[in-house]
C-alpha cells in the first residue's frame, strides 16, 4: 500500500492538482493505495442538495486509481456532510461521499496500512463576515468539546502515541507567526492541547495555503503532493 496527503482542494477550485499531469505517480496507484486531503475538501457544499458541478467533480475523483480519504476544514457544509451515510473503514467510522471517497471523522485513530494516523478536522475562517451564515459559512467549523473529548479519550487509548497526524490547521505552537488571527483560532489550540502530550512521526495539515516544514515535524501543504508511506 501506498499513502499520499496533500493540502486544500477548495472544491474544484485546486483539484487539477490531481490531474494526471501535475500527479503522474497517480496512475501507478490502486485501490489498494489513498490518497489524503488534509481538510478543506469542498465538494460537499451547495447549500441542500449535490449540485451538478460536485456531481462532476465527486464522479471525477471517485473514478480515479486510488481511494481519496479527507479530514474536514473549515469550508465544508456540514449538515450535509455529517448526514453522509457511515461505514466502518480503517478501524474506525467514516463518512461515505462515494464508493471511493471517505470523510474521515474528527477524534478518531484510523490504521492504514498497519500506521495509525489520528484525525481531527476543523478551522475557523478569519472572513466569517463576509459569509452568510448557513450558505456560506457553518458554527460546525470548529470542532465541540465532545469531538475535543472524543480525540483525548482515543489517544489516551493509544499511551498518546500515533504514526501520524492529519489535521486541517496546525497547532499553535508550530504555526508560523505572521498568520496572526489563524493563531487565535480555537481549534489550532485543541491541537496545541493534543500536541503538548503527544508522540508521532510526521504532522501533515493544510489550511495556510503552504508547502512547507513547520516546527516539531509538522508538514503543512497546498498544492504539493507528499509521499507518507
Not at 29 to 53: P, R, Y
Request: hydrophobic residues 35%.
Amino acid at each position: 500500500m501506498t499513502v499520499y496527503v496533500t493540502g486544500d482542494l477548495n472544491g474544484h477550485n485546486d483539484i487539477g492538482k490531481l490531474s494526471s499531469k501535475k500527479f503522474p505517480q497517480g496512475e501507478t496507484l490502486t485501490k489498494n493505495d489513498v490518497l489524503l486531503i488534509a481538510g478543506d475538501f469542498g465538494l460537499v457544499w451547495n447549500h441542500t442538495q449535490e449540485s451538478k458541478q460536485e456531481t462532476y467533480w465527486l464522479d471525477w475523483i471517485d473514478s480515479k486509481p486510488w481511494i481519496t480519504c479527507f479530514c474536514d476544514g473549515n469550508h465544508e457544509n456540514f449538515p450535509r456532510l455529517n448526514a453522509m451515510p457511515t461505514a466502518q473503514k480503517f478501524g474506525a467510522e467514516v463518512g461515505v461521499i462515494r464508493p471511493n471517497i471517505f470523510h474521515l471523522r474528527r477524534g478518531n485513530i484510523y490504521t492504514i496500512d498497519e500506521k495509525s494516523f489520528f484525525v481531527f478536522g476543523g478551522a475557523e475562517s478569519i472572513d466569517k463576515d463576509q459569509r452568510i451564515f448557513g450558505i456560506s459559512y457553518w458554527p460546525e467549523e470548529i470542532p465541540s468539546r465532545e469531538e475535543f473529548d472524543k480525540g483525548w479519550d482515543a489517544l489516551e487509548n493509544a499511551n498518546w502515541k500515533v504514526d501520524y497526524v492529519l489535521s486541517h490547521t496546525s497547532p499553535v505552537s508550530s504555526m508560523p507567526s505572521f498568520f496572526g488571527t489563524k493563531i487565535t483560532d480555537p481549534t489550532a489550540h485543541m491541537l496545541e492541547a493534543y500536541k503538548q502530550k503527544l508522540s508521532y512521526l510526521r504532522w501533515y495539515c493544510g489550511h495556510l495555503h503552504l508547502d512547507r516544514n513547520l516546527p516539531d515535524g509538522v508538514l503543512t501543504l497546498y498544492m504539493k503532493i507528499a509521499k507518507v508511506i
